[in-house]
């Protein structure tokens, strides 16, 4: 049974670090990899989908990338700003109907 | 604007009732997907639809039942037989099953008491 790990649970960083959040998985047989972001009391929103041929998928500040072969993945979040504060999950996709498995989530906190 | 919407956001009911929760998208997605959030724990799915007029349990069905009558709607039952229904509940949706980005409604948050 896949099971999706996130460390740390919580982080908190002066504006303008750069941080790297780790995921990891247990079986590397995946489809693919997706990061998403919550912020309180709201939804998920999609940030990058690394494909399993991938090694890294980049937009803007945030760059993720992939080794399935250790059932790694890193969000790297360039430039830190208050506004990057939330939660931060991974979930893996096993390629059966997007049934994704998710992490529990690294709570992020950027101070001003 | 594309989207998913579910409602309401807040949900309130006694013990022993049952109650659905609404999910609507209008992003001709073919697949969508009901999950349970609780705290300290990964999203659980609770049943998924990769077509019209069908429908697979997921990982925590039992108490919940799902209906896909249309393309864009996918309601959840919480029955009086799941055992712990307060949850934060996430419909999401995806253009086909099997690789595609999902797209997550903003929640509804159920208090079962």
């Known amino acids: 049974k896949q099971e999706v790990t996130q460390i740390p649970a919580a982080l908190s960083v002066p504006e303008g670090e750069n941080l790297v959040l780790n995921c990891s998985f247990t079986d590397s047989a995946i489809y693919n990899l997706q990061w998403f972001r919550q912020d309180p009391g709201k939804g998920l929103t999609s940030l990058l989908l690394i494909q399993s041929s991938q090694r890294e998928q980049t937009s803007g500040r945030l760059n993720a990338s992939l080794d399935k072969s250790s059932g790694r993945s890193t969000l790297y979040i360039a430039a830190s700003q208050p506004g990057d504060s939330a939660t931060y999950l991974c979930?893996?996709?096993?390629?059966?109907?997007?049934?994704?498995?998710f992490g529990t989530g690294t709570r992020l906190q950027v101070t001003l | 604007d594309g989207g998913i919407t579910q409602s309401p956001k807040y949900l309130f009911r006694k013990e022993g009732q049952n109650v659905t929760l609404s999910c609507e998208q209008n992003?001709?997605?073919?697949?969508m997907y009901w999950y349970r959030q609780d705290p300290g724990q990964g999203l659980r799915l609770i049943y998924y639809?990769?077509?019209?007029?069908?429908?697979q349990k997921g990982d925590i069905a039992e108490g919940y039942s799902v209906s896909r009558e249309k393309k864009e709607s996918f309601p959840l039952t919480v029955t009086s037989a799941q055992k712990n229904p307060t949850a934060f509940y996430l419909c999401?949706?995806?253009?086909?099953?099997?690789?595609?980005?999902?797209?997550f409604g903003n929640g509804t948050r159920l208090t079962v008491t």
């Open positions: 639809s990769q077509i019209v007029n069908d429908f």
């Open positions: 979930a893996v996709d096993t390629g059966t109907a997007s049934k994704l498995t």
């Open positions: 999401a949706s995806s253009i086909s099953a099997g690789g595609s980005p999902l797209h």
């Open positions: 992003l001709n997605h073919d697949a």
